[in-house]
Each structure stands twice: as C-alpha cells, then as structure tokens.
C-alpha cells in the first residue's frame, strides 16, 4: 500500500461547482430540537404552513406549566440505560426520590450540555450526576433527546390524525457557532442513537437559526421601531446569542437574494445566564456557608430547583434604573439547615458577613439591595461587553449597523441596557420571545437551509503529502530521500482551505490532483488534517490533528495515475471527495473529530 504521501502534487484550482441543495420537498413537517444548558424544547411545522407564512411555527407547551421550554434534566433508572422523565418530571420525581431516601441508585444529570463546551470528546467521555455517579455522556445526551423526539411526534400526529411518516420528517438540532466540530459531531451521532436517520438530520448553528426567523419578522414583531427585515444588501449585523450556558457571538450580512452569510467567526465564552445563578449561588454561600448550600441542595433537592426558578423569574425583573429591592421567598428547609450547620439563625449569620447592611430576612421574604442584585451580573456582562468591543473593533467589521439580541438570556434588562450604553451608535433589535428566536429559526432553517449561503471556515484543512522537497517552504529536519532517490519534505500539510477563509456552503472549495508515483501499487492511503493554525507547515505542528483517513482502491498500478480531491462543505459539516480519474470511480472520506487524537 502506497500513501497519498507518495504523490506528487500537480495542480490545484478552486472549484466553481454549482451549489447543491439541501432541500428535500418530501419533507412534509420539519421538526427542531433546541437542547439548552438551562431550558429545552422543541418545535415544528409543517410543510404547507411554512408556504404560507415562515414564521408560523408550533412550540411545545409543558403540561401543568407556563412555559415553552422545560429545565434540561434527565432522570435515568438504576439500570444506567433506560430513561424514567426529563424536564419538569425529572426533577420532581427525583425530589421524591430524596425525600424516600431511595436516590442513590438512581442517575439524575442537569444542565449537562456545557460539558461539551471545550472539553477533549471521545465516544467513551463520562457525565457525573448530581450523586457524583458516571455514565456514557453519549447514552445521557441520546436518551434526552429520544424523549424529545418522541413527545414531539406523538404531538405532532395528533394534529392531523396519525398522517406523518417517519421519512417525512426532517429533524434539525440547534448546537452554539463557537462549539468545535467534535462537540457538533458528539451531539450528531447522540441524535442519530435516538434514532434519528443521519440523512434525515440537520445540525443548525443557534445565532444562524435566530437569524433566519428574524428576518422574517415584520416590525411590529421585531421588538423595536427597527427589524431586521428591513435591512438591505450588503448591510451587516452582529448577533448576540445570549444563551443559558455561552454567549455565542457572530457578524451576518445580508446578500442580494436576501439570504445571510456569515462575516466574521462565530466566538464567545460561558458568559450566559446561568452565570448569575452562579453568582446568586455563591452569595449564599457568603451568606452562610459552603457545607450549608452543599446540604440543602443534596437533601432538599424539591425545595433547591425552586430557589432556583424564583430566583430565575426575578433575575428577569432585575432593572439597572430601579433602585427597587429584590424580594424573593426563602424556602424554610434552607433556614433549617442553616440552623442546624451554623447553629445560629439566618439573620445572626448575615450580620457577620460583609451583607449586612444590604440584606433582611423577615418571615420567609429575603431582602436584598438593588446594588447587590445588579452585582449577579457583573462577571457575565462585563466579559460579554468586552467581547463585543473586540469583535466590533476588527477591521471587517466597521460596517455593522446593528446588534441583534436573541437567546432567553437577551430577555434581562440588566444586559440589554448595558448593550444599549455601551453601543448607542447601533440599533438594537430584541424580537419579542427572544428565547424561542432560535427554536423557531431552526425550523425554518431545516425547511430551506439555502436562507444560509456562506460561513467562515474555523480550521484549515488539508491531505498529508510528500512533495519534493523546497528548502525555500519546506524545514530541513523534514527532508527525506524516497526509494524513488528523490529528495522530499516529509509529513507536509497541503492545505485546502484556510481557517477565516469564507466558505460557499454547497460548493466544493477546493479542488486538487494528486498523481501516483512509479511504486504504487493497488491502494492508496488518504489521510485528512485540520488545525486551527491559518499556515501550517507539516502535520506534525502543534495543533494539527488527524479527522479522517480513507483507504482508496485504485484500477491500476504504477505511476501517473490521477485523483482528484475536493472539499465540499454542506450545511455546517465538511465532505472530502475523492475521485479516480481513469474509472471515475467517487469515494468519500468520513470527517470524525471524535477518534483521532491530535
């Protein structure tokens, strides 16, 4: 077997292949699943109603709840593979777990999905619960997302009486822009153990998805006397995604048939809401003790997520411009355990800390100054703000107009006034239902993905090679003489695309001939790098990584025998092509950012 190494490279030349679509007019409905750090949900519609009018998209409703999206909570049985509730019903059944003394066995996961947020992934990653128990990350994620598929199908058939196929179905899973492409993969083939078929699943990126649903809104709609819809070619945008978990941060602009292209590299950090929770958490703490939070959260579980959603409905009224005290109820479990841990009373623990001329108990009611309320926010508004400026102050993105707020986060007063002063020469668009901006998008997104016509490349890619060598490009220590007594550079990194480079989604970016040398034989190895290095030199630079390897079977042996490679990126992942030209024989080379180690 002879690698791709062996070849000669003869030319390249960028590809002007026409782009493929990604529409299927079978799909009669296209549902979406939007997995949030803190909430989750779903939505769909049907073909003949986004016709009519885009926007016109179903969205779960939580029995016995006013809310659209449920906490992202899963409860698994001992058995560490069969799924009991998710959501509102995970976590009050395992609250009653608690209060039984019967949970230790069992396995309850919530706000899991930051795992994924910059962390190595393999298929074999393990996710610790509540109990400090581990299972499969992977059978964690599958099995959520299989109860959201099946509450939706069951609901969506009820609509029209059991008319809707399975391959009618189109399904689309929203993950964050900054996420790598081993975090997009995982949540993939998560989805595809669910049992969602791979060619009937679509992976949207959240800040594209709000887009396309914003740029449908009228202004009425649109939250402000501005919508988005009213911007014109050429104009540019940026998009905040303020989610639960990351802020996710990116630059649009509008083309000429009124899609969106991406500018500007989608980044961000863990700057979402649950940030302030973190931060309320942690003035409890001050309040009282670390031991004390640690034990009311583990024995009173019930009474702990309901500190957390009246503190979650709170955080929403928190106004930078009132001087108002927050006022929120203090379950009596917690007092309890304060009690018991510090053997004093609440009040008398307050007056020891720094609060305590800032914060009252009486009765139940905590009372807490509107200063050290807005102080929740500081870390996650301050790094989101500063990020922002940066973006901002790059020299491709002096033409945005506009900042566009979606994600439940978007919703907080506290962080679009900070916005607002920060950039008062940009509009600001926040469109009503910030939060479901993104789940409805994604629908749209999986009805006709061509609203998304370019996105900017994260990594370079390339094909491992050893081309003769140049001591003008190539390093000394990686020359080599070949059984061929040819002198060449060893381990060289022949880049196709470049990371920033902007991508036509649909179309092949690159194409290039490699062409056997005199010993090969019947086989070829062809192995696929990417690094987030815009020039890397060999394979072997730090940060360059194996994604993809494919043993290609050839006609014939010998030397001058030609095959064509070409990258094609469809939707957000990335196809590697290859062709031999004498049979015209096409093979394809399966991407996997979740096996091969950098």
């Known amino acids: 077997m002879v690698r791709v190494t062996m070849f000669c490279n003869v030319h390249k030349v960028v590809a002007h292949t026409p782009p493929q679509s990604?529409?299927?007019?079978?799909?009669?409905?296209?549902?979406?699943?939007?997995?949030?750090?803190?909430?989750?949900?779903?939505?769909?519609?049907?073909?003949?109603?986004?016709d009519s009018d885009p926007t016109k998209v179903s969205a779960k409703q939580w029995q016995g709840h006013e809310s659209t999206k449920g906490p992202t909570c899963v409860l698994i049985k001992p058995d560490g593979k069969t799924l009991h509730s998710f959501g509102f019903d995970a976590e009050a059944k395992y609250a009653e777990l608690i209060e039984e003394d019967e949970n230790k066995d069992w396995f309850f996961f919530r706000?899991?999905?930051?795992?994924?947020?910059?962390?190595?992934?393999?298929?074999?990653?393990?996710?610790?619960?509540?109990?400090?128990?581990?299972?499969?990350?992977?059978?964690?994620?599958?099995?959520?997302?299989?109860y959201l598929k099946e509450d939706l199908w069951v609901v969506s058939n009820d609509r029209i009486a059991d008319a809707v196929l399975p391959n009618e179905i189109h399904w689309v899973l929203t993950v964050p822009a900054i996420w790598n492409n081993a975090a997009k993969q995982f949540m993939r083939e998560a989805a595809e153990e669910a049992g969602i078929e791979s060619d009937m699943l679509t992976i949207a990126l959240e800040p594209e998805a709000a887009s396309l649903f914003c740029r449908h809104l009228p202004v009425e709609k649109s939250g402000d006397q501005f919508s988005l819809a009213s911007l014109r070619a050429g104009r540019q945008y940026l998009v905040l995604d303020a989610g639960g978990g990351t802020v996710d941060i990116t630059v649009h602009e509008i083309t000429a048939s009124g899609g969106v292209k991406e500018l500007y590299k989608a980044s961000g950090g863990a700057w979402g809401g649950t940030k302030v929770d973190d931060s309320f958490e942690e003035f409890l703490v001050c309040l009282t003790d670390k031991c004390v939070v640690k034990k009311f959260k583990e024995h009173h579980l019930d009474d702990y997520t309901e500190l957390l959603r009246r503190f979650e409905v709170k955080k929403r009224e928190i106004d930078p411009d009132m001087d108002t005290k927050l006022v929120m109820s203090i379950p009596l479990a917690f007092l309890t355990t304060v009690k018991k841990g510090l053997h004093k009373d609440f009040n008398k623990a307050v007056k020891k800390t720094s609060y305590s001329n800032s914060v009252t108990l009486s009765g139940d009611k905590l009372k807490i100054d509107a200063t050290v309320a807005r102080s929740f926010f500081k870390e996650s508004i301050d790094s989101t703000i500063e990020h922002v400026k940066d973006i901002l102050g790059k020299r491709e993105n002096c033409g945005v107009e506009a900042i566009l707020m979606v994600g439940g986060f978007s919703e907080s007063k506290m962080l679009n006034k900070a916005v607002k002063q920060t950039f008062p020469g940009l509009k600001l668009i926040v469109p009503d239902e910030a939060g479901l901006a993104i789940l409805k998008g994604a629908v749209m997104f999986g009805h006709d993905p061509r609203g998304i016509t370019e996105r900017i490349s994260k990594y370079t890619y390339g094909i491992l090679t050893h081309p003769a060598f140049d001591s003008t490009k190539h390093p000394e220590s990686a020359i080599f003489t070949d059984i061929d007594g040819i002198d060449k550079c060893q381990y060289f990194f022949d880049k196709h695309v470049l990371a920033g480079q902007s991508l036509r989604v649909g179309e092949a970016q690159s194409e290039e001939t490699y062409v056997t040398r005199p010993s090969h034989t019947s086989t070829v190895l062809i192995e696929v790098f990417a690094t987030e290095n815009k020039f890397p030199v060999l394979v072997t630079d730090p940060g360059c990584r194996q994604v993809g390897k494919y043993t290609l079977e050839m006609a014939g042996t010998g030397g001058g025998r030609p095959i064509l490679v070409r990258m094609i990126f469809g939707g957000t992942e990335i196809d590697v092509e290859c062709t031999e030209k004498a049979t015209g024989n096409v093979s394809h080379i399966k991407i996997d950012f979740l096996s091969y180690i950098c």
Not at 40 to 48: C, L, T
Not at 112 to 134: H, I, V
Request: charged letters at 25%.
């Open 22 to 50: 990604l529409f299927n007019p079978k799909h009669l409905l296209v549902a979406a699943i939007d997995f949030g750090t803190t909430y989750s949900s779903w939505a769909f519609s049907f073909r003949f109603d986004y």
């Open 111 to 146: 706000r899991f999905k930051m795992m994924l947020w910059k962390q190595k992934l393999n298929r074999n990653s393990l996710l610790e619960d509540e109990n400090g128990r581990k299972l499969l990350a992977m059978t964690v994620f599958a099995l959520s997302i299989k």
